[in-house]
C-alpha cells in the first residue's frame, strides 16, 4: 500500500512537471509568434503610412530619440580610385560638394602579409594633376593666393590631394572626406589578419597613419561579409576596437584633452539578415559613429526572380526597410546613427517571354523569370555600362518611359522590344526615402556611387532631390584640418616630408 502510494505520488510529480514544461513551450512559441507578427504589423504600418501620405512612424520608433545635438543629417557619396579612367572621366570635383556632408574614399586595401594598407592606384590617389581640369571648369582656382608658378610645388596631388585642397579651400563647401578600406575584393584579407594579432595590429597602426598622413577625416569600413564562425564576427569587433581606440589616442595627441568633433569611424555594412545576425552588432556599435547600410543590390543576376534592387519595401525581408529595423529591434541601435544606403545605378533583367506587351504602368515586371540581365546599348558603355548595370544618369533606357512603384518606392522602366526591366531610384524615389529617414529618425543617407549622379541636370539629380526633401538640413561639419592644432601637430609629426605639408603651410601662411 505504500509502494502503490508513493508510485502514484512519483506520476503525480511527473505529470505536474510536464504540464509545467508543456505551458513554459506554448509561452515562448506565443510569444515568438506575436514577436513576428508585431515585428510584420509594424512594417506594414510604416508602408501604409507612407503610401497614404499619413507620414507616421510607431511609437516604437519614435520613442527613440537620438543623443547629442542635432548636426544635421548625412549625405553622402562613395568615390571611386578607378573613376578617372576611360570610360568614366568622373573626378572630385565633378562631385556636387556643396551639397555633400561626406565623401568615402573608395578603396584602400590591405596587404595580407604584412597586415598593412595601402594604396590601390597611387597615380590615381597621389600622382594625378588635377588641378588644370579643374581650373578650367571653374574659370579659376578657388584660391586666389595660388597662381600657375607655385601650384604645382605647393597643391597635393591625385584624386585624395584634390579633395584635400577642394574641402580646405573653398568656403562654400563644409564636408568631411573618409578614407574606405576594403570593398568586394579584400574580403579574405580581412579574415587573415583577424586570425593574427601582429597582422592586426599592424592593420590598425597604419591605417590611423594613413588616415591622417593623407589628410583624411576618418576610416570606413568595408568587409563583405564576415562569415558566421569562432573567428570572423568577434575579430570584427576586437578590430573595431582597437581601432577607435587608436583614433581616441591620436586625437589625445592634437587636442590634450576632449573635443567636440573627432575622427570618425564607420562601418559599410551589409543589410541582409542572414549576414548580420551573428555579428555582434551591439558591442561594435558602441565604438563606431555610422552604420552605412548597403540597401541595395537585393535583386541581380544571382536572383531567381526579377525585383528592384533599392527598393524600400517588401513583402520578404529583402528590403531598406526591414535591415533598418531589423538593426534597431534586434540590436538595439540608435536610428541616428544608421544611414540609409541608396544607388546611383539601375539593375537590369531580361524577361523571358512577351507577355508584357502591351505594356502598360500597371504590368507586373517583378517576380517574373529572367534569361538574362542585359546588356546594355552604346550609349550606356560610354558611361561605365557593365552588363546588368546601368548608371543612373544615363537612365530610363532611350526610347522607354520612366515608371514610378508607390508599393516598393522604386523607379523602373521597361524596354518592350528588347524585353529589359530596369529597376532603380529617380528622384521621386528618393524624395520618398527622405522622408522615410526623417520620420524614422536616422542619420541620413549614402550612395553608391558618385560616378553615376546626374549633375547636368539638377532636376534630376538624386543628391539635390534629397536634401531638398530634407528641408537642406544637412550637416555642415567642417574638415578636422580646417582646426589649426591639426595642422601645427600634422606639420611637426611630418615636417617638410608630409603629404599635405606645403599646402599646409600655404594655409597657415594666410592666417
Given at each position: 500500500?505504500?509502494?502503490?502510494?508513493?508510485?502514484?505520488?512519483?506520476?503525480?510529480?511527473?505529470?505536474?512537471?510536464?504540464?509545467i514544461?508543456?505551458?513554459?513551450?506554448?509561452?515562448?512559441?506565443?510569444?515568438?509568434?506575436?514577436?513576428?507578427?508585431?515585428?510584420?504589423?509594424?512594417?506594414?504600418?510604416?508602408?501604409?503610412?507612407?503610401?497614404?501620405?499619413?507620414?507616421?512612424?510607431?511609437?516604437?520608433?519614435?520613442?527613440?530619440?537620438?543623443?547629442?545635438?542635432?548636426?544635421?543629417?548625412?549625405?553622402?557619396?562613395?568615390?571611386?580610385?578607378?573613376?578617372?579612367?576611360?570610360?568614366?572621366?568622373?573626378?572630385?570635383?565633378?562631385?556636387?560638394?556643396?551639397?555633400?556632408?561626406?565623401?568615402y574614399?573608395?578603396?584602400?586595401?590591405?596587404?595580407?602579409?604584412?597586415?598593412?594598407?595601402?594604396?590601390?592606384?597611387?597615380?590615381?590617389?597621389?600622382?594625378?594633376?588635377?588641378?588644370?581640369?579643374?581650373?578650367?571648369?571653374?574659370?579659376?582656382?578657388?584660391?586666389?593666393n595660388?597662381?600657375?608658378?607655385?601650384?604645382?610645388?605647393?597643391?597635393?596631388?591625385?584624386?585624395?590631394?584634390?579633395?584635400?585642397?577642394?574641402k580646405?579651400?573653398?568656403?562654400?563647401?563644409?564636408?568631411?572626406?573618409?578614407?574606405?578600406?576594403?570593398?568586394?575584393?579584400?574580403?579574405?584579407?580581412?579574415?587573415?589578419?583577424?586570425?593574427?594579432?601582429?597582422?592586426?595590429?599592424?592593420?590598425?597602426?597604419?591605417?590611423?597613419?594613413?588616415?591622417?598622413?593623407?589628410?583624411?577625416?576618418?576610416?570606413?569600413?568595408?568587409?563583405?561579409?564576415?562569415?558566421?564562425?569562432?573567428?570572423e564576427p568577434?575579430?570584427?569587433?576586437?578590430?573595431?576596437?582597437?581601432?577607435?581606440?587608436?583614433?581616441?589616442?591620436?586625437?589625445?595627441?592634437?587636442?590634450?584633452?576632449?573635443?567636440?568633433?573627432?575622427?570618425?569611424?564607420s562601418?559599410?555594412?551589409?543589410a541582409?539578415?542572414?549576414?548580420l545576425?551573428?555579428?555582434p552588432?551591439?558591442?561594435?556599435d558602441?565604438?563606431?559613429?555610422?552604420w552605412?547600410m548597403?540597401?541595395?543590390?537585393y535583386y541581380?543576376?544571382?536572383?531567381?526572380?526579377?525585383?528592384?534592387?533599392?527598393?524600400?519595401f517588401?513583402?520578404?525581408?529583402?528590403?531598406?526597410?526591414?535591415?533598418?529595423?531589423?538593426?534597431?529591434?534586434?540590436?538595439g541601435?540608435?536610428?541616428?546613427?544608421?544611414?540609409?544606403?541608396?544607388?546611383?545605378?539601375?539593375?537590369?533583367?531580361?524577361?523571358?517571354?512577351?507577355?508584357?506587351?502591351?505594356?502598360?504602368?500597371?504590368?507586373?515586371?517583378?517576380?517574373?523569370?529572367?534569361?538574362?540581365?542585359?546588356?546594355?546599348?552604346?550609349e550606356?558603355?560610354?558611361?561605365?555600362?557593365?552588363?546588368?548595370?546601368?548608371?543612373?544618369?544615363?537612365?530610363?533606357?532611350?526610347?522607354?518611359?520612366?515608371?514610378?512603384?508607390?508599393?516598393?518606392?522604386?523607379?523602373?522602366?521597361?524596354?518592350?522590344?528588347?524585353?529589359?526591366?530596369?529597376?532603380y531610384?529617380?528622384?521621386?524615389?528618393?524624395?520618398?526615402?527622405?522622408?522615410?529617414?526623417?520620420?524614422?529618425?536616422?542619420?541620413?543617407?549614402?550612395?553608391?556611387?558618385?560616378?553615376?549622379?546626374?549633375?547636368?541636370?539638377k532636376?534630376?539629380?538624386?543628391?539635390?532631390?534629397?536634401?531638398?526633401?530634407?528641408?537642406f538640413?544637412?550637416?555642415?561639419?567642417?574638415?578636422?584640418?580646417?582646426?589649426?592644432?591639426?595642422?601645427?601637430?600634422?606639420?611637426s609629426?611630418?615636417?617638410?616630408?608630409?603629404?599635405?605639408a606645403?599646402?599646409l603651410k600655404?594655409?597657415?601662411?594666410?592666417?
Amino acid at each position: 500500500m505504500v509502494e502503490h502510494s508513493q508510485h502514484h505520488r512519483s506520476n503525480t510529480s511527473i505529470i505536474s512537471h510536464l504540464l509545467i514544461l508543456l505551458i513554459a513551450i506554448t509561452i515562448i512559441i506565443e510569444m515568438c509568434l506575436y514577436n513576428k507578427l508585431f515585428k510584420n504589423q509594424r512594417s506594414e504600418d510604416i508602408r501604409d503610412n507612407f503610401q497614404n501620405g499619413r507620414h507616421q512612424v510607431p511609437n516604437m520608433v519614435q520613442n527613440q530619440k537620438p543623443s547629442g545635438d542635432d548636426d544635421g543629417y548625412v549625405s553622402g557619396v562613395y568615390y571611386s580610385n578607378w573613376s578617372p579612367y576611360k570610360p568614366r572621366f568622373h573626378f572630385p570635383h565633378d562631385i556636387n560638394l556643396e551639397q555633400v556632408s561626406h565623401v568615402y574614399y573608395a578603396f584602400f586595401r590591405i596587404d595580407p602579409k604584412t597586415g598593412c594598407i595601402g594604396s590601390t592606384d597611387s597615380w590615381s590617389d597621389l600622382e594625378m594633376d588635377l588641378y588644370k581640369p579643374l581650373a578650367i571648369k571653374a574659370s579659376q582656382l578657388v584660391d586666389d593666393n595660388l597662381d600657375d608658378n607655385n601650384m604645382q610645388s605647393i597643391l597635393p596631388l591625385g584624386c585624395i590631394g584634390e579633395l584635400f585642397y577642394l574641402k580646405n579651400a573653398c568656403s562654400g563647401r563644409k564636408f568631411k572626406s573618409i578614407m574606405s578600406i576594403g570593398g568586394w575584393s579584400d574580403s579574405e584579407n580581412f579574415k587573415t589578419i583577424v586570425k593574427n594579432e601582429k597582422l592586426l595590429q599592424n592593420f590598425v597602426d597604419s591605417s590611423v597613419e594613413t588616415m591622417f598622413k593623407l589628410g583624411f577625416d576618418g576610416i570606413d569600413i568595408d568587409w563583405e561579409f564576415p562569415e558566421n564562425n569562432k573567428v570572423e564576427p568577434q575579430g570584427y569587433l576586437k578590430l573595431v576596437r582597437m581601432l577607435r581606440l587608436k583614433l581616441n589616442s591620436l586625437e589625445s595627441q592634437i587636442f590634450g584633452g576632449s573635443t567636440k568633433d573627432h575622427f570618425e569611424l564607420s562601418i559599410a555594412a551589409p543589410a541582409f539578415k542572414d549576414k548580420l545576425y551573428f555579428l555582434p552588432i551591439a558591442e561594435i556599435d558602441q565604438y563606431i559613429d555610422h552604420w552605412n547600410m548597403m540597401t541595395y543590390d537585393y535583386y541581380g543576376s544571382w536572383s531567381e526572380t526579377t525585383g528592384y534592387h533599392s527598393n524600400l519595401f517588401s513583402e520578404t525581408e529583402l528590403s531598406g526597410n526591414f535591415a533598418i529595423h531589423y538593426m534597431i529591434g534586434e540590436f538595439g541601435v540608435n536610428p541616428r546613427k544608421l544611414v540609409l544606403g541608396m544607388a546611383a545605378y539601375g539593375r537590369s533583367f531580361h524577361i523571358k517571354d512577351d507577355k508584357f506587351r502591351p505594356f502598360t504602368k500597371n504590368t507586373v515586371l517583378i517576380n517574373q523569370q529572367f534569361k538574362g540581365v542585359g546588356k546594355p546599348g552604346k550609349e550606356i558603355d560610354k558611361a561605365d555600362g557593365k552588363e546588368g548595370i546601368w548608371p543612373y544618369k544615363n537612365l530610363p533606357k532611350k526610347g522607354t518611359t520612366e515608371q514610378y512603384d508607390p508599393k516598393y518606392v522604386s523607379a523602373y522602366c521597361f524596354d518592350e522590344k528588347n524585353s529589359i526591366f530596369i529597376g532603380y531610384d529617380n528622384t521621386e524615389s528618393i524624395k520618398t526615402k527622405a522622408d522615410y529617414v526623417m520620420h524614422t529618425e536616422l542619420g541620413g543617407g549614402f550612395w553608391w556611387e558618385s560616378c553615376g549622379e546626374d549633375y547636368a541636370d539638377k532636376s534630376r539629380s538624386l543628391i539635390n532631390a534629397f536634401n531638398e526633401a530634407l528641408h537642406f538640413n544637412v550637416s555642415s561639419k567642417p574638415s578636422m584640418f580646417q582646426d589649426k592644432r591639426v595642422m601645427k601637430y600634422y606639420l611637426s609629426k611630418y615636417g617638410d616630408g608630409g603629404f599635405l605639408a606645403p599646402y599646409l603651410k600655404h594655409l597657415e601662411s594666410l592666417k
